[in-house]
């Protein structure tokens, strides 16, 4: 896989839909919403880094197959994109639950761009798939990492998306359990 940036005197596009969204941790020159097809947010990864550990798992966000994914492009000049894919390595592929994808990507504006994500694995062993919603309330209630609580990732990237318009049902069921009045209570999560 050729890396877009440095290599070929590109800008690189990144799409965040998770924590990136509101911490990405690199410079970039512009940032614009975005719509990917064929992947869906979902909290679908068992984090025993970041906001959990192998003993007390947490759970995070993964780009899971099918759907539709709204979120955050974020174009890296090209003299930034070694750099920004070496911090973003070490960030995502942490223990390696993730894998690195070039694909194509449309822009709320209308352009369309090819854009590095990371995909959650299926095969790999922190791959939690869909969990019934009062599982996802207890692994991310007991989740603590290396990068906070597991109820604040949760929390943070709820309310950004919702100041971006993205309405995600299961980050608000659960933001309403862990704050009452954040998030749009659900029955499955209720009493």
């Known amino acids: 896989m050729t890396m877009t940036g440095e290599r070929d005197g590109t800008d690189l596009w990144v799409f965040g839909y998770g924590s990136l969204i509101w911490r990405p941790g ?29 003993e007390q798992p947490g759970l995070v966000l993964g780009l899971d197959r099918g759907g539709v994914c709204r979120g955050l492009a974020f174009r890296v000049a090209a003299g930034s994109a070694g750099e920004t894919v070496e911090y973003l390595r070490a960030r995502e592929q942490a223990t390696a639950v993730y894998i690195e994808r070039h694909v194509p990507l449309k822009l709320e504006d209308g352009r369309q761009v090819r854009a590095l994500v990371y995909v959650a694995d299926r095969r790999h062993l922190q791959y939690a798939g869909k969990l019934p919603p009062t599982e996802l309330l207890k692994l991310v209630r007991q989740g603590r990492g290396s990068s906070g609580e597991n109820p604040d990732y949760v929390l943070q990237t709820h309310a950004h998306l919702r100041k971006m318009g993205i309405y995600d049902p299961v980050l608000a069921a659960l933001a309403q359990e862990l704050a009452p009045g954040l998030g749009a209570p659900h029955p499955s999560l209720a009493g």
């Open 26 to 54: 690199f410079s970039f020159v512009e940032s614009v919403q975005a719509r990917l097809h064929g992947y869906h947010r979902s909290l679908c990864v068992f984090s025993h880094v970041h906001r959990g550990t192998p």
